[in-house]
């Protein structure tokens, strides 16, 4: 029986696939021809909307706009890493008062839309009376939306090691905590990596909204810098710049995920020193005397 899951192309098939890709490459290239070529048309590539990125205070907007991104993203990713994990271990409990709080929580903060998190945490202590800053607000907003995402991945990680694994290890009279810290998670994680690091992207991404409460992260460094009238209101200029670091940034995480999944799951294999054992002969028959 075949393994295939599909036929393979046959020569028409291939030819085809080859016809499509250079179809879709050619336009493609058509679209980002016509986009620079009404880039020109309509001056967005003017050496004044331009000019300003070459002062120190703006360079210097850019920079410390990235670094409150930043930071935001590194609290919410730490704490959402944590609140995803506790949730996870909730719905993988064998008690339901365990179980179904924490099957809530999953369900309740991932339908409600991460802008809702984000207004009920900076709006709603000022309706109590309390005066806060954005930083907290948005970052309680991330954690709350990104870790139920995150327990959802754990668990599905988990469920996803053969289940013959931990029946081994009850058999050799192990608990269920040590099935899970060492036996359970080393395999997920493996398995998990790719769509953690998927969704701290996405959390990196969505920091953007800090924007909206006043948060001075990167795109709103980019809004003040593209409305400065002098320089003819260069906001595709500065929104350009804004993508550009997002998308290195992005980049750069998911390099640094493929060679952390690439060392989990190649590894530097051990040579072993043994010697093989000689194989010898017993025929059962008794010497003779």
């Known amino acids: 029986m075949s ?3 599909y036929d393979l192309p046959g020569p028409k098939a291939k030819l085809r696939n080859r016809v499509l890709s250079v179809v879709g490459a ?3 290239i058509g679209l980002l021809t016509f986009i620079v070529l009404r880039f020109n048309e309509t001056g967005q590539f003017d050496s004044l909307k331009w000019q300003q990125f ?3 205070s703006i360079q210097q907007q850019l920079i410390d706009g990235y670094i409150t991104t930043l ?3 590194g609290a919410a990713a730490v ?5 995803g994990a506790l949730l996870a271990a909730g719905r993988l409990s064998d008690h339901w008062y365990f179980r179904a709080p924490a099957t809530l929580m999953v369900e309740l903060f991932r339908a409600i839309p991460l802008l809702v998190l984000i207004f009920f945490a900076y709006y709603g202590p000022i309706q109590l009376g309390y005066k806060v800053g954005p930083f907290w607000p948005l970052v309680i907003g991330l ?3 990104n870790g139920a995402v995150l327990a959802e991945i754990f668990r599905a ?3 996803a090691v053969a289940k013959g694994q931990s029946e081994a290890a009850y058999a050799l009279g192990m608990r269920k905590t040590q099935v899970m810290m060492s036996i359970l998670l080393p395999q997920a994680v493996r398995a998990m990596l790719p769509a953690i690091v998927s969704q701290l992207v996405v959390l990196l991404k969505d920091t953007a909204l800090g924007f909206i409460i006043q948060l001075p992260e990167l795109l709103y460094a980019a ?3 593209g409305g400065r009238l002098p320089f003819g209101l260069p906001y595709v200029q500065a929104y350009l710049v804004t993508a550009v670091i997002y998308i290195g940034t992005c980049g750069l995480l998911s390099a640094f995920a493929f060679y952390l999944q690439k060392r989990l799951i190649g590894g530097k294999r051990q040579k072993t020193t043994a010697r093989p054992v000689p194989l010898t002969l017993d025929t059962g028959a008794a010497g003779p005397h």
């Open 157 to 159: 990680g988990v469920l």
């Open 54 to 56: 070459e002062y120190a």
């Open 223 to 225: 809004k003040q810098i």
């Open 71 to 73: 930071q935001a993203a």
């Open 143 to 145: 954690t709350l939306y």
């Open 3 to 5: 393994n295939v899951l």
């Open 79 to 83: 704490f959402a890493l944590v609140w």
């Open 26 to 28: 050619l336009a493609i």
